[in-house]
């Protein structure tokens, strides 16, 4: 089974600028959540999207946002790009399930984003 | 708000030695605690641990959750080069609201093993 794939996974901006983030979960995998890692704060929950919906979202500023689509990818976004911006952004699938246990999540290769 | 709390900071062992990893935690509403490997990539999971799997095994590295107590360990018996990395402890919490998709995560224990 073909694991989580995030695209680009480099990438350099300059401030002001957007810049949009994709990841394919893996094959079944319906939640797409999102991480920022940096060295200061380590890894930050961005926001989760289960069918095309955003069920979750963490405490970032408006300038970061997503979606999702019907085939389960989902996108990230950032407008306005600051130098804080700069870090690791992570996708993590898992299938969600409603049940007693707990579900894992398992992350893609990342994307590094430089803010110059 | 959730807490995760990881100790040591970072460890220096030589192979063979056996290392102790610690994950104290304060969530609402507790569903599973996760361990994850993090060389210079994605985190690699490890084990997942809840309820009704307190105790989890896979060839060198074992964990515990103690959920009376809020913590579990990771432990690696004969360490290895290959080891080394960072361990991630991360917490779950039940389903709904806030907690949809979320891990709160802790700041990591960078592991060196030295040969």
């Known amino acids: 089974k073909a694991g989580v794939t995030q695209t680009p996974r480099y990438l350099i901006k300059t401030r002001g600028q957007q810049v949009t983030l994709s990841c394919s979960p893996i094959?079944?995998?319906?939640?797409v959540s999102w991480y920022q890692q940096t060295p200061g704060q380590g890894l930050q929950f961005l926001f989760e999207?289960?069918?095309?919906?955003?069920?979750n979202k963490g405490n970032f500023p408006g300038r970061f946002s997503g979606r999702q689509f019907s085939n389960s990818r989902s996108e990230m976004n950032v407008s306005t790009l600051e130098l804080g911006d700069s870090a690791l952004y992570l996708c993590a699938s898992s299938y969600s399930l409603v049940w007693e246990g707990g579900n894992e999540q398992f992350f893609g290769p990342g994307t590094r984003l430089t803010v110059l | 708000e959730d807490k995760v709390v990881q100790s040591p900071l970072s460890l220096v062992v030589h192979e063979g030695d056996t290392v102790t990893l610690n994950c104290s935690y304060e969530?609402?509403?507790?569903?599973?605690l996760l361990w994850y490997k993090q060389e210079k990539k994605a985190p690699t999971f490890l084990f997942m641990l809840?309820?009704?799997?307190i105790e989890k095994k896979s060839g060198r590295l074992s964990s515990i959750l103690d959920k009376k107590e809020l913590f579990s360990i990771l432990n690696i018996t004969a360490t290895q080069t290959g080891d080394s990395a960072v361990y991630l402890c991360?917490?779950?919490?039940?389903?709904?609201?806030?907690?949809?998709?979320?891990?709160?995560f802790g700041q990591g224990t960078i592991l060196t093993v030295h040969p």
């Open positions: 999207y289960f069918s095309e919906t955003q069920r």
């Open positions: 809840t309820s009704s799997g």
């Open positions: 991360a917490v779950e919490a039940r389903a709904g609201g806030t907690s949809y998709g979320k891990l709160t």
């Open positions: 094959s079944g995998h319906r939640s």
């Open positions: 969530v609402t509403n507790f569903r599973s």
